[in-house]
Every structure is written in C-alpha cells, then in structure tokens.
C-alpha cells in the first residue's frame, strides 16, 4: 500500500511544463488584490534598497530568502511591478500545484510550480523569474533557523541561472523572520506529507497576526555566474557557484541584521 507522501509525490510529478505564450497574467486580478498589498505596507512599513538592479527589459533569476511561511512575498512582488510595470513569475512549491483549482488560481498571478523546465522556459522567453532556494524548509523553519540559508540541497535555482545564461539578483529580506515566535514543531504533518519539510511550526504572534516589525529588503547587482549553458551538470562549477550565491546571501542577511537597531523600527 502506497503511503500518502508516495501518492502526494506522485501527483507532483504529473504536473506538466507550462508554455509561457499561453500563460498570461490576469493583471485585472493582480490590480484587484492590490489592496491587500496597500494593507501589508501599512503594517510592516517595508523599505527597498537596490531595486534599481531590477531589469526594466530581458530575463533575470531573481533569490531571495523565504519570510515566516512566505507570505511578505506579496510585498516583493507588488514593488517590483509597481517600480518596473513587470510581473515576476515565481516558482512555488510543488505541493500548491496538486489541487488543480488553487493551481490555475495561482497561474492567473504568474505564480507556477517550481520546475526547472518550468523556469528555463519563461526565462528563455525574456521573463523575470523569481525563487526562494529554501521552499518549505525556509518557510516552515524551526526558531533557531531564522535568517540562515537553507539552501544546502538546492542547487537547482543555479543550474537554471547556468542553463538561461541569465544573471542572479538576490534579494533579502529582514524582518520577516520576526513576524510570529516559534515555539516548536508539529511533526505529524511532515510524515504524512511525506518529508520533515513540512513539518509546521507551532507560533504565536498578536494572536493569530503576525506582529508588526519593520521589513527591509536589499537586492544585489547582478551577478554573472561562471560557465556556459553546458557546463549545467558540471557538479563542480554547480557547487563552486552555488558557495559564490550562498556566501553573498548570508552576508547580505548578516549586514543587514548587524544594522538594525529594532525590530519594530528597523
């Protein structure tokens, strides 16, 4: 008999690649949840540093680090539009995908699950690309994982940016590891879906809202990684690059966290 995680993983792989011409943004939708995004500025007060590293035109890979289950995405999301009049495509995990009415309602915001075909396709077509390396590790973290990395078993986000000969701009973000306490772990929900991932953390807030700490974020120049497209499975450049992209991301959170003097007002 098949456990549920297998079956869960079963149907993630049946997802198919998308054709980035017949996937268009619903940016009716998008202008209807604009106040939701109006709403989060108001709570966290989020600052931006860098956006000028941003393409107006042509492909980039943009990394960042996942926030406290990954919700001050919709900030990120929102400036890069409102600033360059762009839509990044995000690859999110795969686990949104399997329930087919979430997944074509996440679609309709470029939001598309997170496969490597998936991303060299829309990259190939000129698209900002958006990814967090850390997934549900990242979103779903212990307390002790605040502001760390979990990049340690991705090394997919740069085979893509290797593959689409497309520079990296990571951003990071502070604050958004501080929104709720973690108090501990609910291991149930990784084994039955499958992978200690996902195994939820037990919060407190203001209740059940987040609390209401100053965000920043900073975004990198463009970074150029070494090799050509065929060098995408040379695990040793993979890695090489890999350590470039983890160390500068790690410093970027340090300085960053060096600098605040407050986490309600950054």
Same mark, same amino acid.
Request: proline letters at 6%; aromatic letters at 12%.
């Given at each position: 008999?098949?456990?549920?995680?297998?079956?869960?993983?079963?149907?993630?792989?049946?997802?198919?690649?998308?054709?980035?011409?017949?996937?268009?943004?619903? *940016? *009716?939708?998008?202008?209807?949840?604009?106040?939701?995004?109006?709403?989060?500025?108001?709570? /966290?007060?989020?600052? /931006?540093?860098?956006?000028?590293?941003?393409?107006?035109?042509?492909?980039?890979?943009?990394?960042?680090?996942?926030?406290?289950?990954?919700?001050?995405? #919709?900030? #990120?999301?929102?400036?890069? /539009?409102?600033?360059? +009049?762009?839509?990044?495509?995000?690859?999110?995990?795969?686990?949104?995908?399997?329930?087919?009415?979430?997944?074509?309602?996440?679609?309709?915001?470029?939001?598309?699950?997170?496969?490597?075909?998936?991303?060299?396709?829309?990259?190939?077509? +000129?698209?900002?690309?958006?990814?967090?390396?850390?997934?549900?590790?990242?979103?779903?973290?212990?307390?002790?994982?605040?502001?760390?990395?979990?990049?340690?078993?991705?090394?997919?986000?740069?085979?893509?940016?290797?593959?689409?000969?497309?520079?990296?701009?990571?951003?990071?973000?502070? +604050?958004?590891?501080?929104?709720?306490?973690?108090?501990?772990?609910?291991?149930?929900?990784?084994?039955?879906?499958?992978?200690?991932?996902?195994?939820?953390?037990?919060?407190?807030?203001?209740?059940?809202?987040? *609390?209401?700490?100053?965000?920043?974020?900073?975004?990198?120049?463009?970074?150029?990684?070494?090799?050509?497209?065929?060098?995408?499975?040379?695990?040793?450049? #993979?890695?090489?690059?890999?350590? *470039?992209?983890?160390?500068?991301?790690?410093?970027?959170?340090?300085?960053?966290?060096?600098?605040?003097?407050?986490?309600?007002?950054?």
């Amino acid at each position: 008999m098949k456990s549920g995680g297998f079956v869960l993983q079963e149907l993630v792989d049946r997802q198919r690649p998308l054709d980035p011409r017949r996937e268009v943004v619903d *940016r *009716r939708l998008v202008a209807r949840f604009a106040p939701l995004a109006d709403v989060m500025r108001l709570y /966290f007060r989020p600052e /931006f540093q860098g956006l000028e590293h941003v393409p107006r035109e042509g492909p980039a890979l943009l990394v960042g680090n996942h926030g406290i289950f990954g919700f001050d995405f #919709v900030l #990120v999301y929102s400036e890069i /539009f409102r600033k360059t +009049g762009r839509v990044p495509r995000a690859l999110a995990e795969h686990m949104l995908f399997i329930e087919p009415h979430l997944g074509r309602f996440l679609r309709k915001f470029g939001i598309m699950d997170g496969s490597f075909e998936n991303g060299l396709r829309f990259l190939n077509e +000129g698209h900002l690309v958006c990814v967090m390396p850390g997934g549900a590790r990242e979103a779903l973290k212990g307390a002790r994982d605040r502001y760390r990395l979990m990049w340690d078993q991705s090394h997919g986000f740069v085979r893509l940016a290797m593959k689409a000969q497309v520079p990296v701009i990571l951003f990071m973000g502070i +604050g958004i590891d501080d929104t709720y306490r973690i108090l501990g772990k609910m291991r149930w929900t990784g084994r039955v879906l499958g992978h200690d991932k996902y195994d939820v953390p037990l919060w407190v807030g203001w209740g059940a809202l987040p *609390r209401p700490v100053k965000f920043r974020y900073r975004f990198s120049e463009p970074v150029y990684l070494d090799g050509g497209p065929e060098d995408a499975n040379d695990e040793t450049l #993979v890695a090489a690059n890999h350590d *470039r992209l983890w160390r500068l991301g790690q410093h970027m959170l340090n300085e960053g966290l060096r600098q605040r003097q407050s986490i309600w007002f950054g």
